[in-house]
């Protein structure tokens, strides 16, 4: 490197990382505690606690929230499954089926990217499950109100049914599954994830404490802050937003929430 040359290293998918792989008060993936000068950082990961970031370093660091940024992350998305589309063979494969469902690829792009909500793990699952047999294919699927005749022009007048699950997203749920406890989940926990998967809307922690109360006479003591440590040990598996002056919560994609209804 010359003097003005600068190095910068991109590690994406830091909360996959075992902590217990690791020395205790190693930094995530090793990485050094100083950095020289011209030597950059940059670290992609779900939402996490401060205290629990595995880094302990001595330099100049700056925290980006993507959510912050919706419409550059759909441009980047869009941009995503343009190159996906693209790649030899395989894009060749995708645009063939693309073509007989489809008027456009524009408009296979727009469908994908609205559900996907600007998740690239969503994407890249689905997009690698298309060709040549999607999930949602060769099966008894329910496609309410779809007509599934093939129109005059020859295209099928239904979109694809995303809520179809791809064996790639299955596997990656059932791992984050096993991370939120799983089998092992309290009864607190159980019912606190009955609540965010029963729900449309995020829901704010007195309504899940409202919910978790009415008839329910196990959870009688159970209080917000109960249910608040709960929400904080899942902080990378859920969604937050402000409503009415209230923190509200649901789970950060609709695909993760129909996969864990099967299991609670």
């Not at 995020?202 to 109360?213: D, T």
Request: some cysteine; glycine content about 8%.
């Amino acid at each position: 490197m010359t003097a003005e040359e600068k190095l910068i290293v991109v590690v994406d998918g830091c909360d996959n990382l075992d902590p217990q792989s690791q020395p205790r008060d190693s930094n995530i993936f090793y990485l050094p505690r100083y950095l020289p000068k011209q030597v950059y950082f940059l670290l992609a990961r779900r939402p996490f606690l401060r205290a629990k970031s595995g880094l302990l370093i001595e330099t100049p660091a700056e925290t980006l929230n993507l959510e912050e940024y919706p419409e550059q992350n759909q441009e980047d998305a869009r941009a995503y499954v343009e190159h996906y589309l693209a790649i030899p063979g395989v894009g060749a494969n995708i645009k063939s089926w693309v073509a007989e469902n489809y008027q456009s690829e524009a408009e296979f792009c727009r469908e994908l990217v609205v559900e996907s909500g600007n998740n690239f793990m969503y994407l890249s699952r689905v997009l690698g499950e298309i060709p040549p047999n999607p999930p949602w294919e060769g099966g008894d699927w329910t496609l309410e109100g779809r007509e599934t005749t093939v129109g005059a022009n020859g295209i099928r007048p239904w979109k694809v049914p995303w809520n179809v699950p791809t064996a790639g997203l299955e596997e990656y749920y059932q791992g984050l599954w096993q991370k939120m406890g799983g089998e092992g989940l309290s009864e607190i926990e159980l019912g606190v994830l009955k609540v965010l998967v029963e729900q449309e809307e995020a829901v704010s922690v007195e309504a899940i404490e409202r919910s978790l109360c009415s008839g329910n006479p196990q959870f009688i003591d159970v209080d917000e802050y109960d249910i608040e440590e709960v929400l904080e040990t899942w902080v990378e598996f859920l969604h937050q937003q402000e409503i009415g002056g209230e923190m509200c919560y649901s789970l950060y994609h609709w695909s993760l929430c129909d996969f864990l209804r099967l299991r609670v």
